[in-house]
């Protein structure tokens, strides 16, 4: 019922930027949280940047001050802007939203985009 697509991972230079943008379409009244995460070889999923249901911004360690993570609610869609990359933000990159049913008692199920590869590399 809900699908997320994302788009604008690649191949960049360690000081290079990249713009991550993941659009969520389907049966959506409202979105709870959108955020971002990623996985690289070998390590566990973590969290990059996201958006809480209050409207506040959180953000790794690793991301502060290089990564923005911003959103455009009528069009159900997130972005994440990197600069400054390292090849240590070499990963896949994964958004998430949680969004609610339409119908009564509207719960909250959590939803992923098939991930974007992001490579970091001279």
């Known amino acids: 019922q809900v699908q997320l697509v994302e788009s604008g991972g690649g191949l960049v230079q360690p000081g290079g930027s990249l713009r991550l943008s993941c659009a969520a379409s389907?049966?959506?009244?409202?979105?709870?949280?959108m955020g971002w995460y990623r996985q690289a070889p070998g390590k566990q999923r973590e969290l990059v940047a996201d958006?809480?249901?209050?409207?506040?911004?959180n953000y790794a360690d690793s991301a502060k001050g290089r990564f923005t993570i911003s959103r455009d609610n009528a069009k159900n869609t997130v972005y994440l802007q990197m600069s400054s990359l390292k090849p240590e933000d070499t990963a896949v990159y994964y958004c998430?939203?949680?969004?609610?049913?339409?119908?009564?008692?509207?719960?909250?199920?959590?939803?992923w985009g098939q991930g974007t590869q992001v490579t970091v590399s001279s």
């Open positions: 998430k939203m949680n969004i609610p049913s339409r119908l009564p008692p509207h719960r909250i199920y959590a939803y």
């Open positions: 389907g049966s959506i009244f409202s979105i709870n949280t």
């Open positions: 958006f809480t249901s209050g409207g506040s911004t």
